[in-house]
């Protein structure tokens, strides 16, 4: 009965890793739901519909989970990523019943562009925090020129 309940518990290694580089897991998270929106969206073309609903499955937990670590109380960006994560948590339950592939097609676009705009985020933070700044070194030395 104990081996059963500890399957329930958080998972120590995905907090772990969020605590060590939350930018590069939130990167991988977004890359791993538009792979399984993808792979839903061919497996409906392919008539594999149960195969569909599991990856859309997956999909939506990744995105859940995304979405539960959010902090709310940082302010309007995070408020706007937790509708945003709503907004696509609802259009992939509407996807399960969907004929059409378009409904995928529109999620696999919304996710690959808030993932590249992620990825710039993160760039631009990496950039900032290096201790030999080329961009940072650039400005002062027009600044002091």
Not at 42 to 55: D, I, V, Y
Not at 59 to 83: C, V
Not at 92 to 116: F, K, P, Y
């Amino acid at each position: 009965m104990k081996n059963e309940l500890n399957q329930y518990t958080r998972n120590q290694s995905f907090d772990q890793a969020m605590e060590a580089n939350p930018n590069t897991l939130i990167t991988l998270l977004l890359e791993a739901a538009i792979e399984k929106v993808s792979q839903a969206k061919q497996s409906h073309k392919n008539q594999q519909f149960a195969k569909k609903g599991f990856l859309l499955g997956r999909a939506t937990a990744i995105i859940d989970g995304l979405r539960d670590r959010l902090d709310i109380s940082l302010g309007q960006i995070a408020m706007e990523f937790d509708q945003f994560y709503n907004d696509i948590d609802t259009s992939l339950q509407m996807a399960i019943e969907d004929e059409g592939v378009e409904l995928l097609t529109d999620i696999i676009n919304s996710l690959t562009e808030i993932c590249h705009l992620w990825k710039d985020v993160v760039s631009e933070i990496e950039l900032e925090q290096m201790p030999f700044n080329p961009v940072v070194m650039q400005t002062e030395v027009a600044m002091a020129a």
